[in-house]
């Protein structure tokens, strides 16, 4: 496992691949290609930027593959290059596209309610559908929007939030509410821009929700900001944290608070969050953190 976690530690120039022992600072280490479920990858750079990119995929082009049925406990979304070697969504997925655009990860798509979720414990982190003593969970009703994951991110357990009352990460990848309107697939790799940031806490554990739209939607133009979501998408940042605090209400389980003053916090405070999650996994990759049952690989 070390090993793996340290090949993945590289610098890419020109058609060679050297080994480093921390990772780079990239700008934009790829591009998406237009084209289902294709994701094609640049030749990394070192430039001066705070956010980390990891990444020694040198094979273009990164494919989905399904194994299983959905809505069995076997099912998975894996994560392949062209050659058939399996990879991670949450690991070997670049972040960073520069300019304020990420890579979001769909783990859910709009209005379904099945609860899939990158399996950050198993090898290369298929997406699976998440269980509770044996059995698939599933939401209580549709979620409303495309759900998933920023790639490269991770929530500290051992880190406390001063600005959050004190709540610790919940050792998982930043979650990210996207609001654009296509129903998206999942494991379908897209590039959104953050729009705000929601401080759901969940007994207890901080539960980031970067609340961002796909730059392909037709109204992406028109959002750089929280209050261009209430303008352009009025009423959708209230039913967002409406919808995260209530939803486990039905299994008798008591409502999710929210921190910040139970209001969405602005798009700079969101690329803080980003920064600093994307700093903790850098930490977590470089084992500098223990690992506990997370997989590196």
Not at 71 to 90: A, C
Not at 229 to 235: A, I, L, Q, S
Not at 278 to 297: D, F, H, M, T, Y
């Given at each position: 496992m070390a090993a793996a976690a340290t090949a993945r530690i590289v610098s890419v120039a020109g058609s060679s691949t050297v080994a480093s022992s921390s990772c780079l600072l990239l700008k934009a280490p790829f591009a998406l290609k237009h084209g289902r479920n294709a994701l094609s990858f640049n030749n990394g750079r070192r430039l001066s930027k705070r956010l980390f990119s990891c990444n020694a995929i040198y094979n273009p082009q990164v494919q989905i593959k399904h194994e299983g049925q959905p809505?069995?406990?076997?099912?998975?979304?894996?994560?392949?290059?062209?050659?058939?070697?399996?990879?991670?969504?949450?690991h070997d997925i670049p972040l960073h596209l520069g300019d304020g655009v990420f890579n979001f990860i769909v783990e859910i798509s709009k209005e379904s309610s099945a609860k899939m979720e990158v399996a950050t414990d198993e090898p290369y982190t298929p997406i699976k559908q998440d269980t509770k003593k044996g059995k698939l969970r599933y939401y209580p009703y549709n979620i409303n929007w495309n759900y998933g994951l920023l790639p490269q991110t991770w929530e500290d357990p051992s880190l406390a939030n001063s600005e959050v009352d004190g709540a610790f990460g919940d050792n998982d990848p930043v979650d990210v509410v996207e609001i654009g309107e296509t129903r998206r697939k999942i494991g379908e790799i897209l590039k959104v821009k953050p729009l705000a940031a929601l401080a759901m806490i969940d007994e207890g554990e901080l539960d980031w929700k970067i609340v961002a739209i796909s730059l392909d939607d037709p109204r992406a133009s028109l959002v750089n900001?929280?209050?261009?979501?209430?303008?352009?998408?009025?009423?959708?940042?209230?039913?967002?944290?409406?919808?995260?605090?209530?939803?486990?209400?039905?299994?008798?389980?008591?409502?999710?608070?929210?921190?910040?003053?139970?209001?969405?916090?602005?798009?700079?405070?969101?690329?803080?969050?980003?920064?600093?999650?994307?700093?903790?996994?850098?930490?977590?990759?470089?084992?500098?953190?223990?690992?506990?049952?997370?997989?590196?690989?």
């Open positions: 809505e069995t406990l076997d099912y998975r979304v894996f994560f392949e290059d062209t050659s058939g070697k399996k990879i991670s969504p949450w900001d929280v209050d261009d979501v209430e303008k352009h998408f009025p009423g959708t940042l209230t039913a967002i944290r409406d919808w995260f605090r209530d939803y486990k209400i039905p299994d008798g389980k008591p409502a999710n608070k929210f921190g910040l003053g139970n209001k969405a916090a602005t798009k700079e405070y969101a690329l803080k969050v980003i920064t600093e999650t994307n700093e903790s996994w850098a930490k977590l990759v470089k084992r500098s953190i223990p690992a506990g049952e997370l997989s590196l690989a």
